[in-house]
């Protein structure tokens, strides 16, 4: 038996897969809308700082929103001799607070990421659920119990009291575990044992380097939260010449309901207080891992 074989001409331009539907042009635009308008969102309330920063106090409430005014100068003067200068010691405790507070946070938070990925040992499963139950535990029901811990050791009223509490970073060591897990192979670390270096040799000079991009991420995140917090220093301190920025122009804020005065005083420091976190963010956001979370899916 002979079979035949009837041949069909094949178009080059017909897809034998059938016909595939392109992604719609119409809706490519969406993203970059979504993108536009969450920066806007963001930018509006700085750049309304920027603008009144430059008017004065009787112009402050008599024009445009966001027309700039030609005051700029003489509020910044205006501001720095207020007090004897006391916004820059303000500006400088942040600095302080949270300079300080996010290099200790990220070596701590990379030892422990580092011990809780790397070493097994009894109960090691429950640190880091206890660890994540304190990620969802807002900081703010903290800051009572913090200072009746402290004052029961005098230390109220000091540097410390806004120093200690921000050391330890539960989101921060979270991250660091995931990044400690997926930066630092193990076959790196079972040939620093053979070679005889010590455990804290091998985190020292081999795991941190592995980990420094995760570290500045969580510097970052840890300066940014310590550089805003309010209720901590202001449950804390007592003293002016240790406020932090953010408590030192609430205290002028509220002082402005009887001298309106102080209101640009007030907004020009908003906008004078920024540009460290700018500044910090452009000057490490070669170390920026967006993908830090999903870290551990890396090889």
């Given at each position: 038996m002979t079979a035949l074989a009837t041949s069909?001409?094949?178009?080059?331009?017909?897809?034998?897969?059938?016909?595939?539907?392109?992604p719609g042009?119409?809706?490519a635009w969406l993203p970059t809308a979504v993108l536009l308008i969450g920066a806007i969102y963001c930018l509006l309330p700085l750049a309304w700082v920027a603008a009144a920063a430059s008017k004065s106090g009787s112009s402050l409430f008599t024009t445009f929103t966001f027309a700039p005014g030609g005051d700029l100068l003489a509020n910044f003067r205006e501001m720095s001799g207020y007090g004897g200068g006391v916004y820059w010691k303000w500006l400088l405790n942040s600095l302080l607070y949270a300079g300080?507070?996010?290099?200790?946070?990220a070596f701590v938070s990379g030892l422990s990421g580092y011990t809780?990925?790397?070493?097994?040992?009894?109960?090691?499963?429950v640190i880091f659920n206890v660890l994540l139950a304190g990620v969802l535990v807002p900081g703010v029901t903290l800051a009572i119990p913090q200072y009746l811990l402290l004052a029961e050791v005098?230390?109220?009223?000091?540097?410390?009291?806004?120093?200690l509490p921000n050391i330890l970073s539960p989101y921060g060591i979270y991250l660091a575990r995931i990044y400690a897990a997926a930066a630092v192979p193990d076959t790196v670390l079972e040939a620093a044992r053979t070679d005889g270096a010590s455990e804290?040799?091998?985190?020292?000079?081999?795991?941190?380097?592995?980990?420094?991009?995760?570290?500045?991420?969580?510097?970052?995140?840890q300066f940014v939260a310590v550089w805003n917090n309010f209720l901590l220093p202001f449950v804390m301190?007592?003293?002016?010449?240790?406020?932090?920025?953010?408590?030192?122009l609430f205290t002028l804020l509220n002082q402005g309901q009887?001298?309106?005065?102080?209101?640009?005083?007030?907004?020009?420091?908003v906008l004078i207080s920024v540009i460290p976190l700018i500044a910090l963010f452009l000057l490490l956001q070669r170390y920026w891992r967006l993908d830090l979370v999903s870290g551990s899916v890396k090889g």
């Open positions: 069909v001409p094949v178009h080059d331009d017909v897809d034998p897969a059938g016909p595939r539907r392109r042009r119409r809706t300080v507070g996010g290099v200790l946070s809780l990925a790397k070493f097994r040992f009894p109960g090691r499963g005098g230390m109220t009223d000091t540097y410390w009291a806004v120093l804290g040799r091998i985190f020292g000079r081999v795991a941190l380097p592995m980990m420094l991009p995760g570290l500045v991420t969580v510097f970052l995140f301190l007592s003293d002016d010449d240790k406020f932090p920025v953010t408590v030192g009887a001298a309106p005065a102080l209101y640009s005083v007030v907004i020009i420091g």
